[in-house]
């Protein structure tokens, strides 16, 4: 599958309060690894950034004043992500964005062009919930190395965002596999029937049981009660 893992820097918060883009960055993934292949614009945005923006990203309004507009750049991004599942995190504000510029250029919105747009903020929140969930957060959380990122930038947080994305998913892979597979001398796959295994039952100690129910209490308060696991009979 053909993945992009994108990102966006911008003016400000609000595109319909007349912020734009100022940076684009994605990174191509194919059946989950990164292929080298990469998009990345600075954009001229015909406005300032607020003083907030330039604090996170760090891209003056001097250093945009040569780079191209949008519009300028526009077809070579739909063909860049063109039929491909986009990898966004927030997706909502990068994609609030990108279909403000396209709308301006007169081009259909962005979920037109592509497979579909998944969003790790809101995988994340399910994997984590009530937990900080930023890109540094995730990063740090999942041994992702992001010592390289002192600002914000569009290219280097897609990226590692496809990083972070890799390890959310990984084990959605692990499930996947239904049998243990080996292979005898001549290189032929030869299947295991695990069930001819005895398999040890190890009971948990006090200690963990403890631990495991305090667990379970501050899921229920940060899912508001919404988990599952004790109305589940054993």
Same mark, same amino acid.
């Given at each position: 599958?053909?993945? !992009?893992?994108?990102?966006?820097?911008?003016?400000?918060? @609000?595109?319909?309060?007349?912020? +734009?883009?100022?940076?684009? =960055?994605?990174?191509?993934?194919?059946? +989950?690894?990164? #292929?080298?292949? #990469?998009?990345?614009?600075?954009? %001229?945005?015909?406005?300032?950034?607020?003083?907030?923006?330039?604090?996170?990203?760090?891209?003056?309004?001097?250093?945009?004043?040569? &780079?191209?507009? *949008?519009?300028? !750049? *526009?077809?070579?991004?739909?063909?860049?992500?063109?039929?491909?599942?986009?990898?966004?995190?927030?997706?909502?504000?990068?994609? =609030? *964005?990108?279909? &403000?510029?396209?709308?301006?250029?007169?081009?259909?919105?962005?979920?037109?062009?592509?497979?579909?747009?998944?969003?790790?903020?809101?995988?994340? &929140?399910?994997?984590?919930?009530?937990?900080? %969930?930023?890109?540094?957060?995730?990063?740090? +959380?999942?041994?992702?190395?992001? @010592?390289?990122? /002192?600002?914000?930038?569009?290219?280097?947080?897609?990226?590692?965002?496809?990083?972070?994305?890799?390890?959310? #998913?990984?084990?959605?892979?692990?499930?996947?596999?239904?049998?243990?597979?080996?292979?005898?001398?001549?290189?032929? @796959?030869?299947?295991?029937?695990?069930?001819?295994?005895?398999?040890?039952?190890?009971?948990?100690?006090?200690?963990?049981?403890?631990?495991?129910?305090?667990?379970?209490?501050?899921?229920? &308060?940060?899912? %508001?009660?919404? /988990?599952?696991?004790?109305?589940?009979?054993?």
């Amino acid at each position: 599958m053909r993945q !992009i893992v994108l990102d966006t820097e911008t003016t400000g918060l @609000s595109a319909e309060a007349g912020d +734009r883009i100022i940076e684009i =960055g994605c990174v191509e993934l194919f059946n +989950r690894k990164l #292929t080298g292949r #990469t998009f990345h614009y600075y954009l %001229n945005p015909e406005r300032e950034s607020h003083e907030d923006a330039l604090k996170v990203h760090g891209i003056s309004n001097e250093f945009l004043l040569d &780079k191209p507009k *949008f519009f300028e !750049i *526009f077809e070579e991004f739909l063909e860049f992500v063109r039929g491909a599942e986009l990898i966004i995190h927030n997706a909502s504000f990068d994609v =609030g *964005f990108i279909d &403000k510029e396209l709308s301006s250029c007169g081009a259909l919105p962005l979920q037109n062009h592509v497979l579909k747009i998944v969003d790790t903020l809101a995988m994340a &929140k399910e994997i984590y919930p009530g937990k900080r %969930n930023s890109l540094d957060a995730l990063c740090d +959380r999942l041994g992702v190395n992001n @010592s390289a990122r /002192t600002l914000h930038g569009a290219l280097l947080d897609a990226e590692l965002l496809a990083d972070v994305y890799v390890f959310l #998913t990984r084990g959605q892979n692990a499930l996947m596999m239904e049998d243990s597979q080996t292979h005898d001398a001549s290189g032929n @796959s030869l299947k295991i029937d695990l069930s001819v295994f005895p398999l040890s039952i190890v009971m948990p100690e006090a200690e963990e049981l403890l631990a495991h129910e305090q667990v379970l209490v501050d899921i229920d &308060k940060a899912s %508001n009660g919404k /988990t599952m696991w004790r109305n589940i009979a054993v």
